[in-house]
C-alpha cells in the first residue's frame, strides 16, 4: 500500500433549502391561509478519526467531498427534509489546517475524535412566517444559505511513543524488525528504507508500545535534504527517541553530530525530546575497538554541547548512558529494551491530544472561520 502522509482537499457543505409559498384554502379549515413551510439545513462535513486507516491515500484521487443540499419546504408548514451529513475519514494522527493560512483547526488523535469542518447552511423560511394583522396572504419566503467551503490541508503524523532515527543504513530497519512483527524492506545499501515503519514491542506487563522508523537522515533534512524533512514530522508525537549509529563507521563521532544537528534545525522540540544513543552492529568490533568507540560517544554526549546544539537547546543527557546492542545478531537487546522502558516511565507525555492553536477542543462555532472560494464556486 503507498504511504500518503500529506492531501490537500476541497469541502463544502449542504446548501439550506428554500422557503416556499403555500396557502390553504380549504372550506372550514381553522387555521387556514399561508402554510408554506421552511426549508432543511444543509448538511455539514466533519472528519472522523479511524483507527483502521493507515494513509491518507485515498485523497490522493477524490480532492472534492460536498454534502447533500437542505430540501425546499413544503405546504402545510411542512420543514423540507436537511441534507444528509457528509463523514470524512481520515487517520489517526491527522492534523487539519486551513490551507490559505496554515492556521491549525484540530488534531484527531484518537480513534472516534470528530471535527466539524464545514457547517451546513440554514434553511430559508416559508411565507407562513410573514403572516400579521396587516398582511393576511404574504407571498414572501426567503432561499436558504449556502453552506461553508475550505481548502483544508492534512497531514498525518504517526502515532509512535518510540522513534528511531539515525544516518542511512545504521541498521534501523533491522532493529524494529527483531523487536516487533514488522516486516521492513532490509538491504545493504543506503535509503533502504522509503517510507516510516511502525511495529508494536511488548512490555512486560503484555501492554504495546508503538515503535517508529522513520528513514535515514543526511546532513540538510531539516532544509528538505535526501528523505528526512518529508518524515521528521512523523517522530514529533514521540515521547523518547534512539538514535542508532553504525559502531563500525570511520566517522563515529560524526554521525553522532550530523543527526543530532538536524534535529535541532528541524525545531517543534525534537532536540530537546529523550532519547537514547546506541551503537549498533558491534558483532563487527572487536573488544577493545569497541570500548574506544563506547569510551569516544560517551564523552561526546556527556559534552555540553555534544549533540548537536548550545547549551540548552538539547535535551540534558545525565544518566543516559550510550548502549552497545547487535541487532543482525539480536544481542543486548533485552537491556536497551529495559531503558527503554525506564525511560518512557520518566518521560513527559507529548502535546497533541486534540487542541488547536488557540487552546480549543475538536469542535467550533462556524462563523470562527472565514469560508474560502472554491474552483468553480
Known amino acids: 500500500m503507498q504511504f500518503i502522509d500529506q492531501a490537500r482537499i476541497a ?27 421552511d426549508g432543511g439545513r444543509g448538511g455539514d462535513v466533519l472528519l472522523l478519526a479511524d483507527a483502521n486507516l493507515q494513509t491518507l491515500l485515498d485523497f490522493k484521487y477524490r480532492r472534492l467531498f460536498q454534502a447533500m443540499d437542505g430540501r425546499r419546504g413544503g405546504p402545510n408548514r411542512c420543514t423540507g427534509a436537511s441534507g444528509e451529513h457528509l463523514v470524512i475519514r481520515v487517520p489517526c494522527g491527522t492534523e487539519v489546517r486551513d490551507a490559505r493560512t496554515g492556521i491549525l483547526l484540530g488534531d484527531l488523535t484518537a480513534p472516534g475524535d470528530e471535527l466539524l469542518v464545514a457547517a451546513g447552511g440554514r434553511g430559508g423560511l416559508g411565507n407562513a412566517h410573514y403572516l400579521s394583522n396587516r398582511n393576511r396572504a404574504p407571498e414572501k419566503f426567503t432561499e436558504g444559505k449556502e453552506g461553508e467551503e475550505w481548502m483544508l490541508q492534512l497531514e498525518l503524523k504517526l502515532l509512535a511513543e518510540v522513534g528511531i532515527i539515525g544516518l542511512p543504513n ?14 521492513p524492506k532490509i538491504a545493504d545499501y543506503p535509503f533502504t528504507t522509503l517510507v516510516p515503519n511502525l511495529g508494536v514491542v511488548r512490555r512486560p506487563s503484555g501492554d504495546g508500545t508503538v515503535f517508529a522508523d522513520i528513514p535515514g537522515l543526511i546532513a540538510g533534512a531539516a532544509q528538505g535534504a535526501g ?44 532536540a530537546r525530546r529523550p532519547r537514547l544513543v546506541v551503537l549498533n552492529k558491534i558483532e563487527l568490533l572487536n573488544p577493545g575497538t569497541l570500548a574506544e568507540a ?17 547549551p540548552g537547546e538539547v535535551a540534558p543527557q545525565r544518566e543516559r548512558p550510550v548502549l552497545a546492542i547487535s541487532a543482525a545478531a539480536s544481542r543486548h537487546l533485552d537491556e536497551l529494551l529495559n531503558v527503554v522502558w525506564q525511560q518512557l516511565e520518566a518521560a513527559t507525555p507529548q502535546a497533541g491530544s486534540g487542541e488547536t492553536e488557540h487552546g480549543g477542543l475538536l469542535e467550533r462555532e462556524p462563523q470562527d472561520l472565514r469560508p474560502l472560494g472554491l474552483p468553480g464556486s
Open 11 to 37: 469541502v463544502k457543505a449542504g446548501r439550506g433549502g428554500d422557503g416556499i409559498v403555500a396557502f390553504r384554502r380549504e372550506k372550514y379549515v381553522p387555521a387556514g391561509g399561508p402554510s408554506g413551510g
Open 170 to 183: 545504521a541498521g534501523k530497519s533491522t532493529l524494529i524488525s527483531v523487536l516487533s512483527a514488522a516486516r
Open 227 to 270: 528523505l528526512g524533512h518529508d518524515f521528521l514530522r512523523h517522530i514529533e508525537r514521540t515521547r523518547l527517541l534512539i538514535h542508532l549509529l553504525d559502531a563500525a563507521s570511520a566517522s563515529l563521532l560524526d554521525d553522532l553530530a550530523v543527526v543530532e544537528r538536524e534535529l535541532v534545525a528541524y525545531g517543534h522540540g525534537l
Open 294 to 310: 563506547l569510551t569516544a560517544v560517551q564523552a561526546a554526549v556527556n559534552a555540553p554541547d555534544g549533540l548537536g546544539g548550545k
